[in-house]
């Protein structure tokens, strides 16, 4: 019985030392596993807590692009001013930065910035056509069915080419794309400004590539359908007969001008046209 309950006692004790074995090895196992799931944890919060906060997305604003747009046309109110023109520039490429889809932003960064280029000197000038023609392009991208994108981009190309250090940004038939598109959505675009522009082509450009004074003259006064009040359209008309051998109604055209009285909304054009039309009628006396 002795051996007997000492060899049951022994084999319990065997047995219960293996077991606390176990169960410390178990023990074991169980504490690093929770150490290692701490240890996630707490890095999962200080890499969560370090990251940067999330950047606000700077697209997509509609409503602030037309705020920017709203200020800029008050300022291209003022462009005789050049800085208060720059300044409206300025707000416009805002909201194109608030909202890179507004066709009403990019379209009017083209008409600023030409405006901007046939007012500056040579220095600045080319620059300024060039960011008028990517405006332009991006206007024409995002609305291509409507006329301001066309003319603004067509009148710029068209500067660019009178410029004689600009080469490789557009040529006499860009212009004329431009101009015949304005002219198949919106006829009489700015007063027959369409009209006006494509007179132009033909008449400074050389006839090897083109030009024809008697075509721009016919262009130009059906420019007149539309623009019986744009000073400008006349000024090249005037420009025209003179080219074909008519001074008399060259002269009827800059008289035409000298008597207009001021629309707001174009008074700068208006006097700039009125200085050249003296300037042409001496140069005809």
Same mark, same amino acid.
């Not at 000038?125 to 206007?139: L, N, S, V």
């Given at each position: 019985?002795?051996?007997?309950?000492?060899?049951?006692?022994?084999?319990?004790?065997?047995?219960?030392?293996?077991?606390?074995? @176990?169960?410390?090895?178990?023990?074991?196992?169980?504490?690093?596993?929770?150490?290692?799931?701490?240890?996630?944890?707490?890095?999962?919060?200080?890499?969560?807590?370090?990251?940067?906060?999330?950047?606000?997305?700077?697209?997509?604003?509609?409503?602030?692009?037309?705020?920017?747009?709203?200020?800029?046309?008050?300022?291209?109110?003022?462009?005789?001013?050049?800085?208060?023109?720059?300044?409206?520039?300025?707000?416009?490429?805002?909201?194109?930065?608030?909202?890179?889809?507004?066709?009403?932003?990019?379209?009017?960064?083209?008409?600023?910035?030409?405006?901007?280029?046939?007012?500056?000197?040579?220095?600045?000038?080319?620059?300024?056509?060039?960011?008028?023609?990517?405006?332009?392009?991006?206007?024409?991208?995002?609305?291509?069915? @409507?006329?301001?994108?066309?003319?603004?981009?067509?009148?710029?190309?068209?500067?660019?080419?009178?410029?004689?250090?600009?080469?490789?940004?557009?040529?006499?038939?860009?212009?004329?794309?431009?101009?015949?598109?304005?002219?198949?959505?919106?006829?009489?675009?700015?007063?027959?400004?369409?009209?006006?522009?494509?007179?132009?082509?033909?008449?400074?450009?050389?006839?090897?590539?083109?030009?024809?004074?008697?075509?721009?003259?016919?262009?130009?006064?059906?420019?007149?359908?539309?623009?019986?009040?744009?000073?400008?359209?006349?000024?090249?008309?005037?420009?025209?007969?003179?080219?074909?051998?008519?001074?008399?109604?060259?002269?009827?055209?800059?008289?035409?001008?000298?008597?207009?009285?001021?629309?707001?909304?174009?008074?700068?054009?208006?006097?700039?046209?009125?200085?050249?039309?003296?300037?042409?009628?001496?140069?005809?006396?």
């Amino acid at each position: 019985m002795n051996q007997i309950e000492q060899g049951e006692s022994r084999s319990v004790g065997v047995f219960d030392t293996r077991n606390q074995s @176990k169960f410390e090895h178990e023990r074991r196992k169980k504490i690093a596993w929770m150490r290692s799931l701490i240890f996630v944890v707490l890095l999962g919060m200080l890499l969560s807590c370090s990251k940067p906060p999330p950047v606000q997305n700077a697209t997509n604003d509609p409503q602030s692009a037309a705020t920017y747009i709203s200020q800029a046309d008050q300022f291209y109110t003022q462009r005789e001013d050049l800085t208060r023109l720059q300044q409206g520039i300025v707000l416009l490429r805002q909201a194109i930065t608030a909202d890179p889809g507004s066709y009403d932003a990019a379209w009017r960064l083209a008409k600023f910035d030409y405006y901007l280029a046939t007012h500056i000197d040579d220095a600045q000038r080319d620059q300024t056509f060039r960011a008028g023609i990517e405006a332009g392009k991006t206007a024409v991208q995002l609305q291509n069915d @409507k006329p301001e994108g066309h003319f603004w981009l067509g009148a710029n190309y068209g500067g660019s080419l009178e410029s004689t250090t600009i080469s490789g940004l557009a040529t006499v038939e860009d212009v004329r794309k431009e101009m015949e598109t304005v002219l198949k959505i919106n006829e009489g675009y700015q007063d027959g400004s369409a009209y006006m522009v494509l007179g132009l082509v033909d008449l400074k450009a050389p006839r090897i590539v083109g030009g024809d004074p008697q075509r721009a003259v016919t262009e130009m006064e059906k420019g007149l359908r539309f623009g019986s009040t744009n000073a400008f359209l006349r000024l090249h008309l005037a420009e025209g007969y003179q080219a074909v051998g008519r001074p008399a109604d060259a002269r009827q055209q800059l008289n035409t001008i000298l008597s207009m009285t001021s629309d707001p909304n174009y008074l700068p054009e208006l006097k700039e046209a009125q200085t050249q039309a003296r300037q042409m009628l001496d140069k005809i006396k």
